[in-house]
């Protein structure tokens, strides 16, 4: 059995010349999920409310547990470049949608 798993990174600030240098190995990254037993639901950017700058992240992913989803995102170029000042990893009720 699978559940949802919301992941909200918030980048650190001055991040966004780091995460553009890294935005071509995160993208290959997350072209496949199968080695790390996630499926990707739904994934993008956050963005400041102007709508100028990414500033974090966010998924949805379905896994079989809380650990596949942490060593999921432990192995994200992101998360190895030091983009993101916070993480917080969140099991998911679906209610709608």
């Known amino acids: 059995m699978t559940v949802l798993f919301a992941i909200h990174a918030v980048d650190r600030t001055g991040a966004l010349p780091v995460r553009l240098a890294h935005y071509d190995a995160h993208k290959a990254f997350l072209s496949d999920t199968t080695?790390?037993?996630?499926?990707?639901?739904?994934?993008?950017?956050?963005?400041?409310?102007?709508?100028?700058?990414?500033?974090?992240?966010l998924f949805l992913v379905e896994a079989p547990?809380?650990?596949?989803?942490?060593?999921?995102?432990?192995?994200?170029?992101?998360?190895s470049a030091g983009i993101w000042q916070s993480v917080t990893i969140t099991r998911f009720l679906r209610r709608q949608g």
């Open 35 to 57: 080695t790390h037993g996630v499926r990707i639901v739904m994934s993008g950017p956050l963005m400041s409310d102007d709508g100028e700058a990414m500033i974090g992240s």
């Open 65 to 79: 547990d809380r650990a596949r989803v942490e060593a999921f995102n432990r192995a994200d170029p992101f998360h």
